[in-house]
T-cell receptor, first 110, second 114 residues
Framework: SQELEQSPQSLIVQEGKNLTINCTSS?????LYWYKQKYGEGLIFLMM?????EEKSHEKITAKLDEKKQQSSLHITASQPSHAGIYLC??????????FGQGTRLTINP | DTAVSQTPKYLVTQMGNDKSIKCEQN?????MYWYKQDSKKFLKIMFS???????INETVPNRFSPKSPDKAHLNLHINSLELGDSAVYFC?????????????FGSGTRLTVV
C-alpha cells in the first residue's frame, strides 16, 4: 500500500519567515491533496495537484508536485500567526480512498 | 450552511457503553467516509459508502458498524467501547470531479472513553 512521509514533523518559525513542508510518497502520486487542521477543527482543503510539475498558489501558500510525481512541497511565504496548525498531505489510493501522511505541526512565533 | 456536519462534537463515555456519531452532508455527494485520527494525529480511513453501499472496510473491529440510511447520511455506531477507541472521528464526503476526487471533511467528533 502507498505510504506518505512528511517532513519535518514539527516546525517552529518566526513570523514573517518563509517555510517549506515536504511530502514524499512510496508510489507514484495520481492525486495529491494538502489540508490544514487547526486544533478542535476539521480539515480545511488547501490544494490538489495532479500533473507532474504542477504548481498551484493561493494567497501566500504554494504547492508543487515534482515531475516524477513522488514528492510534493508546500511553501509558505512571509508566514503569519494564522498559518499555524497541522498540515496534512493526502494521496488518492484508488477506489476513492485517501491515505494521509503523519502531519506537520507548524508553530509561528510572533 | 455547514457542508458536512457531525454530532456530537464531544463525547465522553465509560468503557463498555454503546454510542453513535451522526454525519450529514448537504453537498449532494455520492460517497461518504469515516476516518479516525489517533493521539499521534495519524488520520486513517475506516469506512466508505457510495450511495448507501459499503465500499471500503479497513480492518476495523466489528464493534464499529456504519449505517447509511440515505446517501446524505452516514452514522457510526460503536458497541462495547474500549479505552483504545478514544480518538477524533471525522466524517467526509466526495464527488468525482474531472477524474479526481475532492474530499470535504466535517469538524470531527472527539471521543473519550474513560
Amino acid at each position: 500500500s502507498q505510504e506518505l512521509e512528511q517532513s519535518p514533523q514539527s516546525l517552529i518559525v518566526q513570523e514573517g519567515k518563509n517555510l517549506t513542508i515536504n511530502c514524499t510518497s512510496s508510489k507514484t502520486l495520481y492525486g495529491l491533496y494538502w489540508y490544514k487542521q487547526k486544533y478542535g477543527e476539521g480539515l480545511i482543503f488547501l490544494m490538489m495537484l495532479q500533473k507532474g510539475g504542477e504548481e498551484k498558489s493561493h494567497e501566500k501558500i504554494t504547492a508543487k508536485l515534482d515531475e516524477k510525481k513522488q514528492q510534493s512541497s508546500l511553501h509558505i511565504t512571509a508566514s503569519q500567526p494564522s498559518h499555524a496548525g497541522i498540515y496534512l498531505c493526502g494521496a488518492d489510493q484508488g477506489a476513492q480512498k485517501l491515505v494521509f501522511g503523519q502531519g506537520t505541526r507548524l508553530t509561528i512565533n510572533p | 450552511d455547514t457542508a458536512v456536519s457531525q454530532t456530537p462534537k464531544y463525547l465522553v463515555t465509560q468503557m463498555g457503553n454503546d454510542k453513535s456519531i451522526k454525519c450529514e452532508q448537504n453537498l449532494g455527494h455520492d460517497t461518504m467516509y469515516w476516518y479516525k485520527q489517533d493521539s499521534k494525529k495519524f488520520l486513517k480511513i475506516m469506512f466508505s459508502y457510495n450511495n448507501k453501499e459499503l465500499i471500503i472496510n479497513e480492518t476495523v473491529p466489528n464493534r464499529f458498524s456504519p449505517k447509511s440510511p440515505d446517501k446524505a447520511h452516514l452514522n457510526l455506531h460503536i458497541n462495547s467501547l474500549e479505552l483504545g477507541d478514544s480518538a477524533v472521528y471525522f466524517c467526509a464526503s466526495s464527488q468525482v470531479w474531472g477524474g479526481n476526487y475532492g474530499y470535504t471533511f466535517g469538524s470531527g467528533t472527539r471521543l473519550t472513553v474513560v
